[in-house]
Structure formats: structure tokens, C-alpha cells
């Protein structure tokens, strides 16, 4: 297995600087892969809260995100409640309502999902919420849903749809993802399921992982053009990517970059201003020195000309599949996610950095 960059799913086009020209084919293959066959894609939410719920035994335990870093169990409302109340830094009145009412909130969610589990169900599930109390419609019908405040991923749903007829009496939707066996897991721990229906009742909407099966459409002459463009540079992307004595953080000042470029919404300019980024940063001046010498002698553009070909090719991917999802369309959407494959590479994202960005 190759060694893990970035983070638990990395986006395509990092690939090819995390592994150089292997990252690059494995992109290749990806991308032919999922033009044969999507329904290896899932969507990727965006959601706010984290929820993990299960059981060891009979108990059902519920936690945050929080809980279940800190491996603390709460099987009852009462003790989700404390934890929240005790946890992070609380300083003024209006931060302290905050609290309290978000603990409120989220520990009236205990007994309804203690209800929804069956008591033979060992192990746990998360997820994201889309909401923990519904949310208003529109004046033309439409559920607005916005469920992480650090983005500005909407998902509208209009009221008289089969899943807007649901959402008027629910009291928390949320999108699941993975089993975990065994409680505060790492995310490499995870097990994705298909279907998490078991859970699902008048008080809990369930979103199920949604699988494309959009045949997509892609022009042959894009595929071969950039397929041309990584096998001509098979020494470049090696000899350019190969470790720097006195350099341990190479790749991950191009991981930084990358990141900074989209954040900046500057990913059109991604191969111009590498070297600028250098000289300004605050990693030591030998080091600066030597990450220079290495791009004066293999053309780092021409990597990052690449990998901008591959964001155009996935944005388009993007484009076609964020069409086809029933009863649910999306502003901003942060895309789509594939599993650990062991000829992949690990899991990866499909996200348009151009658009989805944290706020």
C-alpha cells in the first residue's frame, strides 16, 4: 500500500504530486474507470453536525463529533447534554445560550434515535445532518438547506416532492455514511454501506449514500490529450517530485499551495505563481534555495499543467453528475467521494475547488 498523503480522501488531481508519475496513471485510471462506469461515485455531503449512535450492548450510545474523539460514551440525553455543556471554551452570555440550546437541541435527538435502533444492532453508524429541526420553505415551495455554516453548500428540495412530503413532520434528516465495529474508530476504520433503512422513521429522514448511474460523456480528444501529456513527462513528474536533501516538506508545500490557490479561487493561475509562493513564505532560505534549484531544472509547470488538465476533465465529471439526483438540487455542491481501491491509491474526491470552498 502506498504511503497516505493529504488527508482520509484526497482530491484527484493531488495524486500526481503525492505519487508523481504513478499518481499520475492512477488518475488515468480513475478517470477511464468512472467514464465506463460511475457507479462507483458517491455523493459527497455536506453536512454540519456529526452523529454517531449505537450499540455495544442493549444501551444505545449517542455522541458528536467531540464524544466520540474523546472516546467518551453517553447513553442517555441527560449525559450528551453535560458533556456538550462541558466541553470548549464558554465566555460570554450569548456563547453560553449558544451552548445551551445547541446541547438541548442535540440531546432531544437521544430517545428518538434510541427508539429508531434496533436493540440487536452492534456497532455504529455516522453521519451528517442536514438539520436538527426543520427548516422553513421558500415562497416557491422550497426547502433551502444549508447545513454547514463554514460553507456555502445549499441543497433546495421542493416541498411537494416525495422527500419534501416527509421533511414537514421529520425532526432531523441526516445522510449516512459508515458503519463503524468498534466506538471513537479512526476514519480509516470506517465501512461504507448501501443502505441504511433500518434506522429510518417518521421522526428520522435517512438519506441514504447516493451511487451515480449517469453514463457520462466525455470528449475522446480531452482524454488522449492528457493521457499524451502525462506519459511524455514520466521523467519530469519523478525527477521533480523525487525527495530534496534537507527538504523533508517538498510535496507538502504543493499540497499547501494547491489548497491556497483554491481557496483564493486562483486555480487558473495555479502555473504561474509557485515560485512567488516560495520566496514569500516562511520556510527557511536554504530550504527555499534548494525547493528553486530543483524547479529551475525540472519545469514544476508543466506538473501543474497537468494537473490543471485534470481539473477541467473533473469539473466536467462534476457538472454531469450533480444533474442527476433526484428530488434534490445543489448550489455550491462539495462533490463526489470513491472508496479505497488498493490499485487507486485510497479514497478520493471529486470536488470543484473553483466553487466549493470553506467560508
Known sequence: MLKQYGRCFNHLEDLVFFYEFTGAKQVLYHINDIIDN????????????????????????FSTHNSWSKNVKCYSDVEIYNFIMSTGNIITHEQYKERENY?????????????STPKDFRGFIYGDALYLSPPPTSENNI???????????????????????????????????????????????QIPLKSF????????????????????????????????????????LNNLLKPIEGVTQ??????????????????????????NYIKNSNIHQNQQLKILNRIEKYDINQ???????????????????????????????????????????????????DEWIPL
Not at 321 to 348: C, Q
Request: with cysteine.
Open 143 to 189: 426547502y433551502d438547506i444549508k447545513p454547514n455554516t463554514k460553507s456555502n453548500t445549499t441543497y433546495h428540495i421542493h416541498r411537494k416532492s416525495q422527500l419534501g412530503r416527509k421533511i414537514k413532520y421529520s425532526t432531523v434528516m441526516i445522510a449516512c455514511h459508515a458503519k463503524f465495529n468498534k466506538f471513537a474508530s479512526p476514519d480509516s476504520d
Open 38 to 61: 460511475s457507479s462507483s461515485l458517491r455523493l459527497k455531503w455536506d453536512g454540519g453536525n456529526q452523529i454517531y449512535w449505537g450499540r455495544e450492548d442493549s444501551r444505545l450510545i
Open 103 to 115: 446541547a438541548k437541541t442535540f440531546s432531544n435527538l437521544y430517545n428518538i434515535f434510541d427508539k
Open 303 to 353: 506538473m501543474f499543467g497537468i494537473i490543471m488538465d485534470i481539473i477541467f476533465i473533473k469539473n466536467e465529471i462534476i457538472r454531469q453528475l450533480d444533474g442527476d439526483i433526484p428530488d434534490i438540487s445543489i448550489t455550491n455542491s462539495e462533490g463526489w467521494v470513491r472508496y479505497y481501491d488498493a490499485n487507486f491509491g485510497g479514497n478520493i474526491k471529486l470536488v470543484n475547488r
Open 197 to 236: 433503512d433500518e434506522f429510518q422513521n417518521n421522526d428520522i429522514i435517512i438519506l441514504n449514500p447516493y451511487y451515480s448511474n449517469k453514463k457520462l460523456l466525455i470528449h475522446d480528444e480531452l482524454l488522449i490529450s492528457l493521457e499524451e501529456n502525462i506519459n511524455n513527462n514520466e521523467n519530469l
Open 250 to 275: 517538498f510535496k507538502n508545500y504543493i499540497y499547501k499551495y494547491t489548497n491556497f490557490m483554491a481557496k483564493s479561487k486562483n486555480l487558473h493561475n495555479l502555473d504561474n505563481n509557485f515560485i
